[in-house]
């Protein structure tokens, strides 16, 4: 089966081969307190630094989720105020999960079509999170780093949150236009999931301190103390780590990635451009998402795509929640290989 599924997603075809070389380095049952353990966490740190352009006096961490982040940025950065920027289903799960742990929560909903307008944005002067989604999985929209950078200039006073998830390691986002950036690694790094990479700029870390919050296990003021040994504050997916530590060292430039999606997201457009039954889901094509593509389709027409697909060995993404009849997602994942799209292409062809 060839999966198209945004997350969890096609891994890389190295990894069964990685996985096998931890076995036989004794990586499975390594200690993480070991220098062993240390030595993997920092080179793989290093290597995210560098692949990814990320700042070099940012703090990065390894935690389970892009979901734990969610609750880690509520409980040790949000002192009282975050602000929801979102259009989809991810972007709410966050202002739900938030709002069930702090009490100033607030969100600032916008249409799929619509474009964030940073000059909307204009936050009081207690400093809070704002908190926004790049890469909206659930509807194939993304935020642009520019917007991101403008909406952080705009509030100097506050910290910007980033959930890149299905966006990071795909393409190439501006660290240093926000404070908070995370992403789980089932998406756009092509491993198995049950990891997540979290940024923080030295703004966040100083909030951190500042607030001081030491009431869980994944408090970022303990998980800080131990990430000054290149530890967690508890055992954490050690394999994940090397096989991120793996895909990372044989990755090329971000800036290279980037480039054959976008070149591949083109091609998409292009080829539900030529289609009277299958249109891409969103019309404004600035607010398009490289990295996930929904399609639109009559009910009838969908249904037939996914069960033929199935025959074919290829494995479509579902449409999210009040999208689950009417379209497919397609995922747009350094991992998958040319030939897969031509031959979901030739697939879906008969169904133009
Ligand atoms: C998949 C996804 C999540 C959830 O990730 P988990 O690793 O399952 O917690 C959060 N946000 C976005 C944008 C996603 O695509």
Redo the contacts with the bound molecule.
Sequence with gaps: MISFY??PSRIHDDIPRYVKEAAKKGILSINHRSDEFMHISEKTIGLLKKKLNIPDDYTLFFT???????EIIAQSLVARRSYHLYNGS??Q??YDYTKRICSGVRQYPFEREELVNPKKYRFGAEGGVICI??????NGTQVSNETIRLVSENNPNHLVAV????SMAGIALDFAAADIWF?????CFGLP?GL?VMVCSPRAMERVEKIGERDHYNSLTFMAEMMGKWQTPFTPNVLGIYLLMRVMEDSKSIEAVEKKLVKRYNRWVDFFGNSSNLTHLVKNTAAHSFT?IPVAAPAEVVTSIKKEAKKKGLLLGEGYGELKASTFRIANFPAIKKEEIEKLQRFLKSFV
Excluded: I, L, R
């Design positions: 945004p997350g389970s989720s892009a979901t734990e982040c969610w991810f972007g799960k966050w989604t790049q890469n909206e999985t659930s959930d890149a998830t299905s992403a789980s690694v089932q998406k999931a997540a996930v």
